[in-house]
């Protein structure tokens, strides 16, 4: 039977209606009312958080991995009817949903063990030393502590692993901080079935109902009241990097500043090194065009941007993309918004006398096909605004004359969350000049493969220098990110009958 959603709110274990409504924008399938939220409902489900704080954060390890456990458990028993509403949200393929709940679910888990082993404490003694001269040293021990309550903001593109009970919420909740959680208008209906889902294993738990709570819609004071209320103490954001930017600086400007961890985007350049490029240009054309349209281009780590020494490999390169890309049927994007600033950036490289245009198809109402273009590294490194994304399955190769200017190309780059060497055992040289310069401008560094695909394990970072995300020593996937919702105290001269249990485990 079709799931009906209810439109409304989740507010510390109750569903809240308001009186103002906005409807839903499916690609296809029957389009729902949903209450918007307000003001008022944010200092609700914030001040719900703050109270639930105190006794959540006391909680066992082992208590919150077995909540993160039924939270999994809760959504693969509505697999079904996220799949459904999900893909009439967002016009994703039913396999792409499968497989995105498959990693939502796996991230619970997966911080539910980490929290089990007890790693991430970071658990330091420093014994005392009574008979120190000229003073005695008292012991000092230090772990790491729940920050407070944590808003969410679900991201367009990932309804599941980066929105209601995304890395952000299972990271939080495993450190031991409720979340609230604005929810994304693109995908309302499927926001508010994780919410049930997260509400039955409260409920199975016995964890305080203030632990969650999903705000739906609203206007843009909606979100700006989140960061900024007081209860608040940090900020998890995947998003674009006008709207994250501008929430970030109301994060600076609270009188209690709090961290705001902004996942903004990126082009993710890829550099195509000489004897590569000569043993598999065409190999490298296909590889990179399935990787720029897979999604409709519609991810983070898109690699947008191909750097490569011109000549007749470079060519072969090129053609190759070319053929690959023109086979590929138009998409279906996430929403409308999103449909028009990828035709737009289509129009402002169609409109630059600098690029040339490769390829060029017509993208129509939601619907987006693949386009290539053309640049040469001085006309790039002139003009700093090819190097901003175009969100979609748009690509642009940059021919350099040499590898010293690929170099230099490489060193004006903004921060990344990837950056790729494309290469072979004769470019070893070549590629230890280019190693330092991208460890300094991404976050994840990659050798012969395609960054699209984020492993969630406890190696990965899915984060980088600005203007890819706001914080530069932090993640977005992987155990890692835990640390984020996190602050190390250190306790001096206590008695262990009033430590954390955390530092007596």
């Not at 350099?400 to 230099?408: K, P």
């Amino acid at each position: 039977m079709p799931y009906t959603p209810n439109g409304k709110h989740l507010i510390a274990g109750e569903w809240v209606a308001g009186e103002q409504t906005f409807t839903s924008a499916p690609a296809h399938g029957p389009a729902h009312s949903f209450s918007a939220g307000t003001v008022e409902l944010v200092d609700r489900a914030c001040q719900a958080a703050e109270q639930a704080f105190w006794s959540y954060a006391a909680t066992s390890r082992e208590a919150r991995a077995a909540f993160l456990d039924a939270i999994a458990e809760e959504i693969e028993a509505r697999a079904e009817a996220i799949t459904e509403i999900g893909t009439q949200e967002t016009g994703l393929p039913e396999a792409r949903l499968q497989g995105e709940r498959g990693r939502t679910v796996g991230q619970l888990r997966l911080f539910a063990e980490h929290i089990r082993k007890g790693d991430y404490l970071d658990r330091r003694r420093s014994p005392a030393l009574p008979d120190r001269q000229p003073a005695p040293r008292p012991e000092i021990l230090m772990v790491q502590r729940p920050i407070g309550p944590v808003a969410v903001f679900g991201a367009s593109n990932f309804p599941l692993a980066f929105s209601t009970a995304g890395g952000d919420t299972a990271a939080a909740l495993a450190a031991g901080c409720p979340v609230v959680v604005k929810g994304h208008t693109a995908h309302p209906g499927t926001g508010e079935i994780v919410a049930e889902a997260i509400l039955a294993a409260i409920e199975e738990t016995g964890m305080p109902k203030g632990v969650f709570s999903l705000i739906q819609g609203g206007k843009r004071d909606v979100g700006h009241a989140l960061v900024q209320h007081p209860q608040i103490k940090a900020v998890g954001f995947t998003g674009s990097l006008a709207g994250g930017r501008a929430l970030f600086d109301l994060c600076a400007a609270r009188p209690e500043p709090i961290p705001f961890f902004g996942e903004l985007g990126s082009v993710n350049p890829m550099f195509l090194l000489p004897h590569a490029v000569a043993a598999r240009a065409e190999a490298l054309g296909q590889g990179w065009s399935a990787s720029l349209s897979m999604g409709a281009g519609q991810f983070c780590t898109n690699p947008g941007i191909a750097v490569v020494i011109d000549g007749p490999d470079a060519d072969r390169f090129v053609e190759a993309t070319k053929a690959a890309l023109a086979q590929v049927a138009p998409q279906t994007m996430l929403t409308d918004g999103i449909a028009s600033a990828y035709r737009e950036g289509q129009e402002r490289l169609l409109a630059s006398n600098s690029v040339q245009a490769t390829l060029v198809t017509p993208s129509e109402g939601r619907q987006a096909s693949p386009n290539l273009f053309e640049t040469k590294g001085t006309d790039f490194l002139a003009d700093h605004g090819l190097g901003q994304e175009v969100f979609g399955p748009l690509g642009l190769v940059v021919r350099v004359s040499s590898l010293d200017e690929m170099l230099r190309l490489a060193r004006s780059f903004e921060g990344q969350l990837t950056a790729t060497l494309h290469m072979d055992a004769a470019d070893v040289d070549a590629a230890r000049s280019l190693r330092p310069v991208l460890e300094h401008k991404a976050g994840r560094v990659l050798v012969n493969g395609f960054p699209t695909g984020v492993e969630v394990v406890d190696s990965m970072v899915h984060g980088g220098p600005y203007p890819a995300s706001t914080n530069f020593g932090a993640t977005s996937v992987g155990t890692l990110s835990i640390r984020r919702f996190l602050r190390p105290v250190a306790y001096q001269n206590m008695p262990a009958e009033i430590l954390p249990e955390d530092l007596l485990a």
